[in-house]
């Protein structure tokens, strides 16, 4: 029997995996998102959403991602079942947020972390475009705006923001929970 992972024990092992502060921050950012996503769509796992979340790029520094991206996702299940945290629906939602690995999303969960996971570097770069570079400033409306401008942070997967609506949550919307989630958590992700 896997032991059941808490948030501490989840951020220790992302900090034990994970040195880099800028993935970090991304990893607590989309946590945020993930917990305001849950809220409206899994009120009684916002915590388990939330672990998603953070762990969804456990394996970032360990796996081979820039020669083979099929190892980003894979690396972090086995890192998990090794620390002996095995959990077959957050596995698949961490390899779902890279199809590239062979997991499409299937469950409103993964659909909404491979929604969450661009949603939090968007949203990022916007307010990066202020003066005060703080999400507290960015609008809806410019979120929106630098959305159909596919040259601004062309490293956002557009497509992967937009599997957002499979969960039933419509794109506004989408906008509205993250920019909230993001300003919650604006001083831990230094925004």
Not at 32 to 45: H, N, Q, T, V
Not at 110 to 117: G, V
Not at 155 to 180: C, H, P, V
């Amino acid at each position: 029997m896997e032991a059941k992972l808490t948030r501490e024990q989840a951020n220790d092992l992302l900090h034990k995996y994970v040195k880099g502060e800028h993935y970090i921050v991304h990893c607590y950012a989309v946590e945020a998102i993930m917990r305001g996503l849950a809220k409206r769509l899994a009120p009684d796992d916002v915590e388990y959403w939330g672990i998603c979340g953070l762990l969804h790029d456990l394996d970032e520094e360990t796996c081979p991602w820039r020669e083979d991206m099929a190892t980003h996702g894979p690396t972090s299940a086995r890192i998990l079942r090794d620390e002996g945290f095995g959990d077959p629906v957050m596995e698949n939602a961490i390899m779902a947020h890279n199809p590239v690995c062979g997991k499409n999303p299937e469950t409103t969960l993964e659909y909404a972390l491979i929604a969450a996971d661009p949603m939090s570097g968007f949203i990022k770069a916007v307010a990066q475009i202020y003066p005060d570079k703080k999400v507290a400033s960015v609008k809806h409306k410019s979120v929106n705006k630098r959305f159909k401008e596919t040259r601004f942070a062309a490293g956002a997967n557009r497509q992967y923001m937009m599997e957002i609506e499979k969960t039933g949550i419509s794109w506004d919307d989408f906008i509205d929970i993250s920019l909230e989630a993001m300003r919650e958590v604006a001083d831990e992700i230094g925004l």
